[in-house]
């Protein structure tokens, strides 16, 4: 059974940092690409950043890139985000998912982590 | 990049069928067979429903099918059930390690 768990979520001010974790248990988490996607309150899904297995290749949306960081560590088999300058619209739950193919596709999702950012 | 486009809503009765499309662009929908669904009930993770344009992963009905043409892809969900009420969204490969989604659609069983 693939089970992912998020957490690291929390409430923070503009202009502030917080660094979301994804816990893997159930598969061989070395080999699979591994995406964070968001959905703000009341929106919809929006892809914010991927990681290849070998974790030396990744890509970010644009409304992320330069402030956000996805990274990996196998031996924990655990994923991150690293989000720093935190903006207000960047409020919303924080889901990790696998990719099951080629960039193809999302086939095994977290329950999500929130995040508030707010004065 | 903008998001795919959705109707934001869709709806029938048991059983009936709907369908839901997806419009996108040359550069995404339409470039590639990598679009996929998913459902999202109300405060909860989705869940992959179609993949590469028409797959079903194990354990979704067969009752969900998917198709492509051109730039718009379509979901068609038969046999309406009240469990299949729910937000549906479409997703799709968009070239350079990106990935697109649709804005959603509210799918209401009457």
């Known amino acids: 059974q693939v089970h992912l768990v998020e957490s690291g979520g929390g409430e923070v001010q503009p202009g502030r940092s917080l660094r979301l974790s994804c816990a893997d248990s159930?598969?061989?988490?070395?080999?699979?690409?591994m995406h964070w996607v968001r959905q703000a309150p009341g929106k919809g899904l929006e892809w914010v950043a991927v990681?290849?297995?070998?974790?030396?290749?990744?890509n970010y949306a644009d409304f992320v890139r330069g402030r956000f960081t996805i990274s990996r560590d196998t031996s924990k088999k655990t994923l991150y985000l690293q989000m720093n300058s935190l903006r207000v619209e960047d409020t919303a739950v924080y889901y990790c998912?696998?990719?099951?193919?080629?960039?193809?596709?999302?086939?095994?999702w977290g329950k999500g982590t929130t995040v508030i950012v707010s004065s | 990049q903008s998001a795919l486009t959705q109707p934001p809503s869709a709806s029938g009765s048991p059983g009936q069928s709907v369908t839901i499309s997806c419009t996108g662009t040359s550069s995404d929908v339409g470039g590639y067979n990598y679009v996929s669904w998913y459902q999202q009930h109300p405060g909860k993770a989705p869940k992959l429903m179609i993949y590469?344009?028409?797959k079903r992963p194990s354990g979704v009905p067969d009752r969900f099918s998917g198709s492509k043409s051109g730039n718009t892809a379509s979901l068609t969900v038969s046999g309406l059930q009240a469990a299949d009420e729910a937000d549906y969204y479409c997703?799709?490969?968009?070239?350079?390690?990106?990935?697109?989604f649709g804005g959603g659609t509210i799918l209401t069983v009457l």
């Open positions: 997703s799709s490969y968009a070239g350079s390690n990106n990935v697109i």
């Open positions: 159930g598969f061989t988490f070395g080999t699979y690409g």
């Open positions: 990681i290849w297995y070998h974790g030396s290749n990744e």
């Open positions: 590469e344009v028409s």
């Open positions: 998912a696998r990719e099951g193919g080629q960039m193809s596709h999302m086939d095994v």
